[in-house]
Nanobody
Framework: QVQLKESGGGLVQAGESLRLSCAASGGTLGAYTMAWFRQAPGAERSFVAAIQWNKRYTLYAESVKGRFTVSGDNGNNTVYLQMNNLKPEDTAVYYC?????????????????WGQGIEVTVSS
């Protein structure tokens, strides 16, 4: 059973940066794919970015390409989401997710384990 806990959210102004962390425990993460999703107020949850832990394959939603970077720290079992040039439309609850497959996917239902989520608010 993998447990995920997000941290690093908060309130920032448009154009600023924020780094989210997702600490994972309860499993060997070498074969896992870790992903970030987000859910804006009144919207469905949507894919943001993913990284395959060992091979470092990455995948990004078009809306965040060039602004967000996903990375992992094997030693700390932690995955990060560096968010630069934030926009008000990035305001959402951000969720960390994980599952055992070798190629990242945007498909929400593919991920078995989820964190509780953390709020990110970007003011204009």
């Amino acid at each position: 059973q993998v447990q995920l806990k997000e941290s690093g959210g908060g309130l920032v102004q448009a154009g600023e940066s924020l780094r989210l962390s997702c600490a994972a425990s309860g499993g060997t993460l070498g074969a896992y794919t870790m992903a970030w999703f987000r859910q804006a107020p009144g919207a469905e949850r949507s894919f943001v970015a993913a990284i395959q832990w060992n091979k470092r394959y990455t995948l990004y939603a078009e809306s965040v390409k060039g602004r967000f970077t996903v990375s992992g720290d094997n030693g700390n079992n932690t995955v990060y989401l560096q968010m630069n040039n934030l926009k008000p439309e990035d305001t959402a609850v951000y969720y960390c997710a994980a599952d055992r497959f070798s190629v990242p996917t945007m498909r929400e239902r593919s991920y078995s384990w989820w964190g509780q989520g953390i709020e990110v608010t970007v003011s204009s």
